[in-house]
DNA sequence: CTGAAAGCGCTTACAG
DNA sequence: CTGAAAGCGCTTACAG
């Protein structure tokens, strides 16, 4: 006890500092050793020792550092899925299954939603630097190459879920656009529709959107086909552009100036399901029955498919698959194995529902 | 060069082996140190070793152990967020609000859906140990109590932002429910509706739901208050309670054999906005017109209430200020100061919308 | 059953 | 401008 340098703060026990397996070891007089064992559950240590342990650990409110276990074991064993800034919307499902994927991989999923963020994508990207994350799955942002500088800098792989970017920067996943709205028109064609509308979201260059487009004009383009296969003539009027409004908007305008030229289409198929919800109230307000003169058809089969009147015929994406498959390419990536830049596209599912039907007028 | 042991292991420059700082500063015939200088873009270090430095760690593709960085510096400072297992719904916002709080107190926020996980919430709050967190945010979930152990057995503080809970573990962030029915209620009864229908799910003991149903009640409360308020008699009949039942569910049965017995509201207050989708198209399909005949109302403003026709009047819950007072609590007890485990409810807003309305038959 | 020691990969005073 | 060394808080062979 003598002569010991005053090597101990004042603020020793202080707040500030944090109670380490140190402190817990010298309170309980035997060594950090033990204490590790003793808190780790390890046989090899006294059942007395071990109650005694825990119960200092407790009373001293000790708390094991993650960064040094992390650093001592070797890593977190954690991805990132970075989801869009466009609310909620049909990827929803895609996360859920990415993350039981991840999950039975044993890996964490970390969630950065780009919204809630001051910069926007930048910020988000940038603070996986400081995440413990070992590779990223960007769902359908609009920058795919500023993610991939982000990566590259960082050194982690990454897998996009996207069918908006005609550059590709990662290995993507899509689904089949083309085949599924070529599916849902033929459908529509089925049931004897012949005017067939076709709405698509107005690509404003430069602005903040849908990307390249690449899915709407996919999605158009399987709209042609079936118009074709079918031998139907394709009537331009009936290709609509719609500006991009907020989901509160109530009607579609540029429906209605359609309708008061005289147009009138006995189908509507809209390029994703968001944009159902004002047509169908757009049709209802000025008493066009659906299905039974108008049938209308969306893209996606996301929650607004069925929270529409009546409820949305739709093309189904394969979720489940799509977020599957990315854990599993992203995965692989992080083994070791990166996967080749090219775009991996999985099969859609016609879901009829009743905003189209046998019921006509 | 001469009888060095062969410490060197076969596997040194093998992929298996993470590139470190070391191997760069030997790759680059300088200390550590000036390899860290460089990377950091410190002052004190000659911009040619800093390019000579930056070029080497690239082509090693070296890249910075969060952990021992992490370990180095301190921490992470992130928080938690667990979101519900009954898909992205009405607390949407909340996370974007919670998002912006937190980054602008510069910490991350890590978001862990329940429903992705292989065990549900007990895995995700197991999970919460290894994972570099200071604290929790959960959202509505049902078993306040498990999470309240798996917090204090980690030791790192909670707030829950959920109104279903009787009994609080946390500092629980609320909307004023009672008051917020009693407003949309009271809307009603200004607009000439004397026989206002209540549907509230139904609550099954012991089956997952919504915990101890408090926000049921309080809007159930809110609704009796308006129509004594007015001087309305309260008809039991009118107080619905109706199944839980996917969201892809066209009808609403109850409300059918409701109108079969011949008890006709002329208005409905839905406990929450979900319902009313299944509630319209039930009244649509009997040719019942929506505000004409009966009105309807709801509560949330979730992404429910716009996308259904017509439109919803509801009920909203102040999102931002919940997520941003749910972060400010947290960061407060993450320094240090506790906050006291109390209810803090948070202002609704009426919302007008089409569904209620003047224009009666 | 227990402890001293090495080492995970960084950063930053400290000393040139 | 640069480098050697200490130390962040753990865990686990290794040696009793």
Request: charged residues 25%.
């Amino acid at each position: 006890m003598i002569g010991i340098p005053v090597k101990e703060h004042e603020w020793s026990l202080a707040m500030t500092h944090r109670v380490t397996l140190r402190d817990v070891s010298k309170a309980a007089g035997v060594g950090m050793a033990t204490v590790s064992r003793a808190l780790a559950d390890h046989p090899d240590v006294s059942a007395e020792t071990r109650d005694r342990v825990r119960a200092i650990a407790l009373q001293l409110g000790y708390r094991p550092s993650v960064a040094a276990r992390a650093l001592r074991n070797g890593g977190f064993r954690a991805i990132s899925v970075i989801v869009p800034d466009d609310g909620w919307g049909w990827w929803e499902p895609v996360v859920h299954s990415a993350f039981q994927a991840a999950s039975s991989a044993g890996f964490q999923v970390l969630v950065h939603p780009i919204a809630g963020t001051d910069g926007g994508l930048a910020a988000v990207v940038e603070g996986l630097e400081n995440m413990p994350t070992e590779g990223v799955i960007v769902i359908s942002v609009r920058d795919q190459q500023a993610v991939r500088e982000a990566c590259d800098r960082i050194g982690i792989p990454g897998v996009a879920i996207d069918d908006s970017s005609l550059e590709l920067r990662f290995p993507t996943i899509s689904p089949t656009n083309r085949i599924g709205a070529g599916d849902v028109v033929a459908h529509l064609v089925r049931q004897g529709r012949r005017r067939i509308a076709f709405l698509r979201p107005w690509l404003v260059e430069g602005l903040p959107g849908w990307g390249d487009g690449l899915f709407i004009r996919e999605r158009e383009q399987g709209y042609r086909d079936a118009l074709s296969a079918a031998g139907l003539p394709i009537d331009e009027r009936l290709i609509l552009d719609v500006a991009q409004r907020p989901e509160t908007e109530v009607y579609c305008e540029e429906l209605n100036q359609l309708l008061d030229a005289g147009v009138v289409p006995d189908a509507i198929f809209c390029a994703f399901d968001g944009l159902a919800a004002p047509v169908l109230r757009t049709l209802s307000s000025r008493r066009i029955r659906v299905p039974a003169e108008v049938a209308v058809a969306g893209f996606d089969d996301e929650r607004a498919a069925v929270l529409v009147s009546p409820q949305l015929t739709t093309v189904r994406q394969p979720f489940d698959e799509m977020g599957r498959a990315a854990v599993a390419l992203l995965l692989q990536a992080v083994e070791g194995t990166p996967a080749p830049i090219m775009r991996h596209e999985f099969g859609t599912t016609l879901v009829e529902r009743a905003s189209t039907g046998l019921e006509r007028a």
